[in-house]
């Protein structure tokens, strides 16, 4: 059963990678005509309707006091803060280059998980992260996408949310069911979203065509409902930074969709990139099948 629930969250990760390379891309059609605010407001409040449904079941879960506060931290660094600051970065560098700058996350993820979960970083580990950021260097150079300083910054900083809000999910999920987690961390973020997005709208009024109402749409309910479970869910089995070693897979996706949705190209070395994230995937999911062989063993 182990063995099975650990090979389900390998394919969950390609999955939720797949959706979140194609947000950069749906988000960088919305920025076209919507402020990043908007775009951000739309995109989680949209992604309620799902996650209410899959957390029916446990939506009578009693939360322990002392954890709130987790879950507000959930809400407020990885759902409000981060959303908003990648949109910003997507409207302002291009989908190819927020989704590359974004893949620096497994550093993130690695060491706050060291300092805060006391989770090891093995030499593996090490490894992997060398070949992400060689990969992500190395797709950089071949994606093509203009690079704005504000932009960038922008998206660096949601990497250091992002990574903050991972551990807090790796905490919460060891006590609650993940869709549970994502949820409330979801509801918790529309505090900030809808007032957010109200004024963006107010200063800069939209015709919703039905183009920007079917991204909306799939922003929401796959790119943020659906991938923000599956991710969860993964945080839920695999250690926090063995899931963010997945990271590279999503600047690949980014990048490929772009080039057919976006016209946005790349050059060759894009292929060197794709064989050092793809070792960096094989060498985590190695890694992660001999630790916990080792561990039933004891």
């Not at 309620?48 to 449904?53: N, T």
């Not at 006391?118 to 580990?125: A, C, G």
């Given at each position: 059963m182990i063995d099975k629930s650990r090979?389900?969250?390998f394919g969950l990760l390609f999955l939720t990678f797949f959706l979140w390379g194609s947000v950069y891309v749906g988000g960088k059609l919305l920025t076209q005509e919507l402020s990043p605010a908007l775009v951000a407001c739309l995109r989680c409040s949209t992604a309620?309707?799902?996650?209410?449904?899959m957390a029916r079941p446990h939506l009578h879960t009693k939360i322990q006091r002392e954890d709130w506060k987790y879950f507000i931290l959930v809400g407020v660094l990885g759902y409000f803060l981060t959303i908003f600051l990648i949109q910003i970065g997507i409207a302002l560098t291009g989908s190819a280059m927020a989704s590359l700058i974004n893949a620096l996350t497994p550093v993130s993820v690695t060491i706050l998980a060291a300092l805060l979960l006391?989770?090891?970083?093995?030499?593996?580990?090490l490894l992997c992260l060398a070949l992400a950021l060689a990969g992500t260097a190395v797709i950089t150079q071949g994606a093509g996408s203009q690079s704005e300083l504000l932009g960038i910054a922008a998206v660096l900083i949601?990497?250091?949310?992002?990574?903050?809000?991972?551990?807090f999910m790796r905490r919460l999920t060891?006590?609650?069911?993940?869709?549970?987690v994502t949820t409330y961390?979801?509801?918790i973020s529309l505090i900030f979203h809808i007032p957010a997005g109200i004024l963006a709208y107010a200063s800069q009024p939209v015709a919703f065509t039905p183009k920007i109402v079917l991204v909306v749409l799939y922003l929401g309910f796959f790119g943020s409902g659906v991938a923000q479970?599956?991710?969860?869910?993964c945080l839920s089995i695999l250690p926090a930074s063995t899931c963010s070693l997945f990271y590279p897979l999503q600047p690949v996706f980014?990048?490929?969709l772009g080039a057919v949705i976006l016209k946005e190209t790349f050059t060759s070395t894009f292929a060197i990139g794709l064989a050092l994230i793809s070792l960096d995937v094989v060498l985590s999911t190695w890694e992660t099948k001999k630790l916990a062989e080792a561990k039933e063993q004891k």
């Open positions: 090979g389900q969250a309620m309707v799902p996650l209410l449904l006391k989770e090891t970083i093995t030499p593996v580990k949601s990497v250091v949310f992002w990574g903050f809000a991972s551990v060891a006590k609650y069911p993940a869709v549970l961390g979801m509801a479970y599956t991710w969860t869910r980014a990048a490929l």
